[in-house]
T-cell receptor
Framework: GAVVSQHPSWVICKSGTSVKIECRSL??????MFWYRQFPKQSLMLMAT?????????EQGVEKDKFLINHASLTLSTLTVTSAHPEDSSFYIC????????FGAGTRLSVL | QKEVEQNSGPLSVPEGAIASLNCTYS??????FFWYRQYSGKSPELIMS????GDKEDGRFTAQLNKASQYVSLLIRDSQPSDSATYLC????????????FGKGTRLSVIA
């Protein structure tokens, strides 16, 4: 299947700082990527759809000014959690694919 | 509201038995159906995709789709302890590269 690479896999940061997460499609071009968040023992919740060369589409209840998405190339989308707080601690996962969606390895964010 | 429903489990089966996982969806126009497996602390990995009514087999896994009943299932034959994970049912509501709608997942435990 297609390969989606996500970095970093784990990040710990202080409250108030910003964290950037990268999602790369390694063997295909992705005009669209998806960002999900997963809290412990819960299912994946779609946060936003990242569109290459245009603004991301955010799901209801997701603050676009807090979760900045940039999809500047056909192989890279970034999610920046700005002014992170402990309640932002979660597992963030991106997905992309030519049809079938493949997931990155995920980023576990812990905000102290 | 587009919904995908799964029994949260846990579903416990003895090693070597058949595990049966079920999923129903609310949008009758749904196009594509997927089963993902997620180990604790990891991101989901694709097991099966199915697009038309009937059965689709891949090794020990069989996906079954009944669009009239809005029902999709996953059978795992000869269950192994390594199959113990959470199984996520996902549905693509419309054509094109649109996001998947996930169920909450069924936790499967295969007892040796």
């Amino acid at each position: 299947g297609a390969v989606v690479s996500q970095h970093p896999s784990w990040v710990i940061c202080k409250s108030g700082t910003s964290v950037k997460i990268e999602c790369r499609s390694l063997d295909f071009q992705a005009t669209t990527m998806f960002w999900y968040r997963q809290f412990p023992k819960q299912s994946l919740m779609l946060m936003a759809t990242s569109n290459e060369g245009s603004k991301a589409t955010y799901e209801q209840g997701v603050e676009k000014d807090k979760f900045l998405i940039n999809h500047a190339s056909l192989t890279l989308s970034t999610l920046t959690v700005t002014s992170a707080h402990p309640e932002d601690s979660s597992f963030y996962i991106c997905s992309a694919g030519p049809g079938i969606q493949y997931f990155g390895a995920g980023t576990r964010l812990s905000v102290l | 509201q587009k919904e995908v429903e799964q029994n949260s489990g846990p579903l416990s089966v003895p090693e070597g038995a058949i595990a049966s996982l079920n999923c129903t969806y609310s949008d009758r126009g749904s196009q594509s159906f997927f089963w993902y497996r997620q180990y604790s602390g990891k991101s989901p990995e694709l097991i099966m995709s199915i697009y038309s009514n009937g059965d689709k087999e891949d090794g020990r896994f069989t996906a079954q789709l009944n669009k009239a009943s809005q029902y999709v299932s996953l059978l795992i034959r000869d269950s192994q302890p390594s199959d113990s994970a959470t199984y996520l049912c996902a549905v693509r509501i419309s054509q094109g590269n649109t996001p998947l709608v996930f169920g909450k997942g069924t936790r499967l435990s295969v007892i040796a």
